[in-house]
């Protein structure tokens, strides 16, 4: 161990006597690993940020086919439309960074605002990549906001709304009846209020009792990995390779 350890600083010795040497042993890999690495990763300034997500719509009803069509228009995502099985193959293959389901009876929960279950989405998602996940599904309840923001913004839309549901409300099962008629009651007192206020299409209205604009269900899905994993993976290693 003493002999290579003396093999080791004598070497290095001879490199801080010899500037070109020691550029070419140290400085130079590092250069050209970092140019290399930078030219074919495809990188720039203009490159797209957008969360690259598979989007399965099984609901196929009206509001889920609007839900779908607003993430597809947002600048945050990067839409893919695939069956269950396709989405998870290209999470699974890294092609991208989440699935998002959007599940039967979906369309019919979002009209449901203050009784029943919330609407679901269920989202497969690479375990390594939590805050990803994350950023999903913060935006992910932005937009299921958005019809609620859109509902109270609208005062004819909302006396519309309140109307259908004050109908709907007598048919709804598993609904306990003191809870029935105080949302009744609610949606009384909603209706009257909405009759004498003006259309305020930047006014956002929030809603106390616990109501949920939308829950998630998450799914782990380990990525296959194939190849180096960036430019940079095979840059670095030919530069090491070319120094020595």
């Avoid at 890999?29 to 719509?57: K, Q, Y």
């Avoid at 607003?70 to 269950?84: D, I, Y």
């Avoid at 709304?161 to 709804?172: I, M, N, P």
């Avoid at 109501?211 to 670095?236: E, K, L, M």
Wanted: with cysteine.
């Amino acid at each position: 161990m003493r002999v290579l350890f003396a093999m080791i600083g004598k070497d290095l010795t001879l490199l801080t006597r010899d500037r070109m040497g020691a550029i070419f042993t140290f400085i130079f890999p590092l250069v050209m690993a970092v140019f290399f690495g930078t030219m074919f990763s495809g990188g720039s300034g203009s490159e797209s940020r957008a969360l690259r997500i598979a989007v399965v719509d099984e609901d196929s009803t009206s509001g889920s086919r609007a839900f779908v069509d607003t993430l597809a228009a947002a600048v945050e995502f990067e839409v893919q439309r695939a069956g269950r099985e396709e989405a998870r193959e290209a999470v699974r293959l890294g092609k991208r960074t989440a699935y998002v389901v959007v599940p039967k009876g979906f369309g019919a929960a979002q009209q449901r605002l203050f009784y029943g279950d919330p609407p679901e989405l269920q989202i497969g998602l690479d375990p390594s990549r939590k805050a990803e996940g994350g950023m999903i599904q913060g935006l992910l309840t932005k937009h299921l906001t958005r019809p609620m923001q859109e509902l109270f913004s609208n005062r004819r839309r909302m006396q519309s709304w309140t109307r259908e549901s004050q109908a709907t409300l007598d048919t709804a099962s598993g609904l306990d009846p003191g809870r029935r008629h105080s949302i009744q009651r609610f949606m009384g007192d909603l209706d009257r209020f909405t009759a004498t206020i003006e259309d305020t299409a930047s006014r956002s209205d929030s809603v106390a009792g616990g109501w949920q604009p939308g829950r998630f269900r998450t799914a782990d899905i380990a990525r296959v990995r194939r190849g180096p994993r960036n430019a940079f993976d095979v840059s670095c290693r030919k530069s090491v390779i070319l120094s020595a």
